[in-house]
């Protein structure tokens, strides 16, 4: 299975590679719109529906009259719109239009009506600002109540590479787009507005991958399931790693979780620091975990002085006082791999100068969500994408920018995006989940970039498996079904 996504520019290289390698546009452009006819056809159970095609002046258009002509041979009812002037056309796009011998009217609201399905053939890949006037009129027009939408490449007004809406965009009911994905497809809010995806084969070979480099992936099991731990046969506790959690006082629901969630996924050992007025809350809650009370920051840097204990996890539930603080920079001079969430981002607001000298590197994890990403990068500009990587690159370290679409993202430039969570995950103490599922894998000697993958890849599972009506409590438990479930 392909994983990679590719961006616009990326996308255009890939076309001009194809060409190269002796395939011509205009053969692309036919296995483009017959795929898309294809998929029309299967859009509404194989049976015939008045359709209208609305085709926009570039190449995306072009795809939409090739789908004209097959639905038309296939005995459909075709009607096509044409945004712009037919004598406008130009190259691929000109010659598929020629080939279409139907009539072309001019792409107005009005020629929806008896619709059965819509065709979304306007812009692609080519979008370079908001829909204003007609196109923005027609967009408006496809939101009727039971009017399928098939969008080409990518609903309109969605541009390819940041998923951000320009102007608007149709919801579609299916989006066909060709060779590989586009970040849109998988970055919030185009994905709302993508439907079900399809990826076209139209003939492009892999090979051409070679020259373009790509550096996003889907994350899958398939990327890192090699590197997940297994437990030798032989093996003993202590092969499996020593993991240390700092526990708060008073949010101390946050370390139980990811204690919880640490335990579940494997870790040999997990032992709790907290101070000693909340040593027995943390006691009672797991007689597998090891609770050590520490009075100040010194008893904390005595445990990390053994070097079994090899990854730590701070913030979740930790407060914003001196002991979380001292506990991260005495860790990250530790050398140890870690997990760094939650009350770490609000006490380290803007120190990112502090910890890199402390030694933050890419052994580390950072899992923010949205404001705790800012408090500590300050406010980037660009796609969730673009964001995680610029943060991944300043600060030297792994960084899980979490969402429904969750990016993760290496200083070196590779970027992650996890496409299996559930909205039921959007509860409180869900994120301590997930930062216990890293940490048991760093634990373990998981390579940061794959266990933070792993993590939020078995996270959403999770909460599939779990479902409606799941609390973060019910995640830890789900861990042995979806190990199970995935053979893993
Ligand atoms: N391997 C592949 O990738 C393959 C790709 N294929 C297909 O090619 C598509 C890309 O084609 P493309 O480059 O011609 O761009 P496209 O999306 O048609 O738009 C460009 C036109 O839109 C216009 N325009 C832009 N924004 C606008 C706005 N807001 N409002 C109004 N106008 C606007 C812009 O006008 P201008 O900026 O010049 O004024 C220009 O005329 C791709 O999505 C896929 O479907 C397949 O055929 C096969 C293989
Ligand atoms: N709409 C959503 N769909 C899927 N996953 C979501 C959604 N909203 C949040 N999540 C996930 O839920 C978790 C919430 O984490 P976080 O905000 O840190 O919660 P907490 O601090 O309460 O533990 C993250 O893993 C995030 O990716
Ligand atoms: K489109």
Known sequence: MAHEILTVAQMYSVDRAAMQAGIPGSLLMERAGMAVAREAIILCGGRPRPVVILCGPGNNGGDG??????????????????LGDRVALRGDAAWAAECWTGCVDVASPDLLSGAGLVIDAMFGAGLNRPLEGQA??????????????????????????????????????????????KPAHYLYPARGHVGR???????????????????????????????????????????????????????????????????????????LACEPAAQLVYSLSMPSLIVQPITDAGGFSELLADPRRNAVLLGPGAGTGALLREAVLASLRAGKAGVLDADFFSSFA????????????????????????????????????DRARHAAAESGAVVLLKGPDTVIAHPDGRV??????????????????????????????????????TGAWLHGAAGQYCGRGLIAEDLPEAVPAVLKQNNL
Not at 69 to 82: D, F, K
Not at 234 to 250: E, F, N, P, S
Not at 428 to 451: K, T
């Open 65 to 82: 009259f090739v789908a004209a002509r097959h639905l038309s041979a296939a005995g459909w009812r075709v009607r096509v719109g044409l």
């Open 136 to 181: 923005l009129a027609l967009v408006q027009a496809m939101a009727q109540p039971g009017l399928p939408v098939l969008a080409v490449d990518v609903p309109s007004g969605i541009h390819g590479d940041n998923g951000v809406v320009l102007g608007a965009a149709p919801v579609a009911d299916v989006t066909v787009s060709f060779f590989r994905p």
């Open 197 to 271: 995806l399809v990826i076209a084969d139209i003939g492009i070979p892999d090979t051409v991958l070679a020259s373009i480099g790509p550096t996003i992936q889907t994350n899958d099991p398939t990327l890192w399931r090699a590197q997940f731990p297994r437990p030798a046969v032989t093996g003993h506790k202590y092969q499996r790693g020593h993991a240390l959690i700092l526990g708060g006082t008073v949010m101390t629901g946050a370390a139980r979780l990811s204690a919880r969630a640490a335990l579940r996924l494997g870790a040999g050992l997990v032992t």
């Open 350 to 385: 803007g120190a990112l100068s502090t910890l890199r000298q402390a030694g933050l590197n890419d052994r580390w994890v950072l899992t923010p969500h949205e404001g705790e990403f800012a408090r500590l990068f300050g406010p980037l500009t660009g796609s969730r994408l």
């Open 416 to 453: 992650r995006v996890n496409h299996n969570a559930p909205p039921d995950l959007a509860i409180a103490g869900s994120g301590d989940v997930l930062s216990g599922l890293i940490l048991a894998l760093l634990a373990q000697g998981m390579d940061p970039f794959d266990a933070a993958s």
